[in-house]
């Protein structure tokens, strides 16, 4: 007889890949106008889906890489 061992209610921790404008903003530390900014100028990658901004968490930890003093 093969034994099953419930599963139910355990579910496993995923890190996040995209974060929203205001994750992103708090992960950074940064106001909203300063994203835009980078938005705008095209230094920081994003995806706009059905009115709302999306960032790669990948990206974001890039752009503090490259830009350590």
Same mark, same amino acid.
């Given at each position: 007889?093969?034994?099953?061992?419930?599963?139910?209610?355990?579910?496993?921790? @995923?890190?996040?890949? %995209? *974060?929203?404008? /205001?994750?992103?903003?708090?992960? #950074?530390? @940064?106001?909203?106008? %300063? *994203?835009?900014? /980078?938005?705008?100028?095209?230094? #920081?990658?994003?995806?706009?889906?059905?009115?709302?901004?999306?960032?790669?968490?990948?990206? #974001?930890?890039?752009?503090?890489?490259?830009?350590?003093?």
């Amino acid at each position: 007889m093969k034994q099953t061992t419930n599963r139910v209610g355990m579910v496993a921790e @995923v890190e996040k890949v %995209w *974060l929203s404008n /205001k994750e992103a903003q708090k992960y #950074l530390g @940064v106001s909203e106008t %300063w *994203l835009e900014r /980078k938005r705008v100028t095209l230094r #920081l990658h994003f995806s706009h889906i059905d009115k709302k901004i999306w960032y790669l968490k990948s990206d #974001l930890d890039k752009m503090i890489r490259q830009n350590m003093v």
